[in-house]
């Protein structure tokens, strides 16, 4: 109940407040506006991605990755309205009775009442409904019944899926949505491109994209990515996954904020891509380049589309919102979520432990001195808007999303300032493990005086005297065949080379490893909010 309230409170403030909150990893406004109802925040990422990401707060989530990746996740991860209106006008008059009625004063106060108790139900019943729902249905042959499996999170959910499919990676999967949607969109901008894509997606999807017509489009940073639904049903091959995306997309005539709802199947018997494929949109069957598609076959194999037989397919795309507008980056906006309790996973402890047997050097002090070195050297680049030195600590998908912000900035005159951040406490949240990663999902509470500054040095966002304490859920992942400590020092993990040769590509100057790839050490791939994150745990 005291969430409730709180919940009513900061939509009432939010709505009198300006659009945007900032900081690395996101908070910057994504979509222009925000939406109070909607928890429309992500970091990194993933969720929002935003996170994700699914995890930004309006902004980079996530990403979602439990599922908003975030992110992250996310962030995102989470789900925005194109604005929001109010009324900040208010009227009195002297109070009357009628007729030897109630007073007109009590009346107001009553409806007043009915109204709130009104807003408690329906904020209760979304919350209720924001939690994304993992169901399996299981219709009997004689489809007179219907009986459905719920999972208690998503990670139920996902372990369902690899108990199909030993490979299937959260971490790879979400790498293969970045890539797809990137290339989808890129092909809208080149007559029949499109086409070269019928292994992914169905007539169905290209239709709607077209209907968004053949602009170039030069990027698309996705905020938000979320898993809002799995399922499976008894007569159907396929399990299908529902995602949601917020994206900022820079076409041809201007920017746009862009929501849309993915719907993904694939064949229960497929395996994964290997994780040197997650990456790549290719041809499903063998893997050769799309560029020799002919008439939605592969030149090289000849494979037709499967519909999902052998790889991700996307069945349909919703475009639930699309308005011309590009980032907000002034104003202020709250924190929500800071003092609700951490939200911990049940297995927590028991498969910390299990990482623990599996690799004794793996002690926990050193794996919050990563935390926290990779924290400074984030908040450290964000403000002098060079992400060279914290790109070694953080995943593709994530410094890409970052790398939007800081130009976004740029390209604005802005330069957003968190003087004096710091890591007061880390929570641990969830670890998990697939085949090929670890993760680690972390909630970390920090503080900073956060603030926006134009070209001539005017406060155009936040507070540079007031101290803003804030909380956000990291993600980090590293590779299963990887051990050792958490290194937190500036050398290659691999040749010990200074850190300050390491590339935008992730790849060190001395002996070209790939660090940022989690195959060397713990690597920041989500960053969700608060608010995104409860609503996927």
Known sequence: MKRLFFAILIFAVALVTADALARPGGGQSFGGSRSSSSGSSYRSGSSTTSSS???????????????????????SGST???????????????????????????????????????????????????RAEWTARAVADNRAEMSERRWNSI?????TMRAADDAFSFVLFEDFLYALYGEVHAARGTPDKLDTLAAYLSPNAIATLRQLGGAHVDAAVIGGMRIDRITTTANDPNVRVGILFTTNLSEQGGAFYQEERWTLARNLAAKSRAPDRARTIDCPSCGAPRDKTVGGKCGYCGAAPTQGGSDWFVESIQIVAREARGPMLTGTTEEIGTDWPTVVARDVQAQIGALQREDPSFVWPGFIARVEKTFYQFHQSWC?????????????????????????????????????????????????????????????????????????????????????????????????????????????????????????????????????????????????QDEVYERAA
């Open 80 to 130: 925005w309205s194109g604005s929001s209106t109010s009324s900040g006008s208010s009227s009195s008059s002297p109070s009357s009775s009628n007729d030897g009625g109630p007073p007109m004063g009590l009346i107001i106060v009553f409806v007043i009442l009915i109204i709130i108790v009104g807003a408690i139900y329906g904020i209760a019943q979304s919350r209720k409904g924001d």
């Open 384 to 528: 002098a808007q060079d992400l060279t030195a914290v790109r070694p600590y953080l995943s593709d998908n994530l410094f890409e999303l970052q790398k939007y912000w800081v130009r976004a900035y740029q390209s604005q005159g802005l330069r957003n300032m968190t003087e004096g951040a710091r890591v007061v406490t880390v929570h641990l949240a969830r670890v998990t493990r697939d085949r090929f990663f670890h993760s680690i999902t972390v909630r970390v509470f920090a503080t900073c005086k956060d603030y926006t500054l134009d070209a001539q040095g005017n406060v155009v966002g936040g507070n540079r005297n007031a101290q803003r304490d804030y909380s956000e859920y990291w993600t980090f992942v590293r590779g299963v065949g990887t051990k050792g400590g958490a290194r937190s020092d500036n050398v290659c993990p691999s040749c010990g080379a200074p850190l300050t040769g390491v590339n935008m590509a992730g790849k060190c100057g001395a002996c070209g490893a790939k660090v940022t790839s989690g195959q060397f050490d713990w690597v920041l791939s989500r960053i969700e």
């Open 155 to 159: 990670e139920e959910a996902l372990a």
């Open 53 to 75: 990401g699914g995890s930004f707060r309006s902004g980079s989530s996530t990403t979602s990755s439990g599922s908003s990746w975030s992110g992250s996740t996310t962030s």
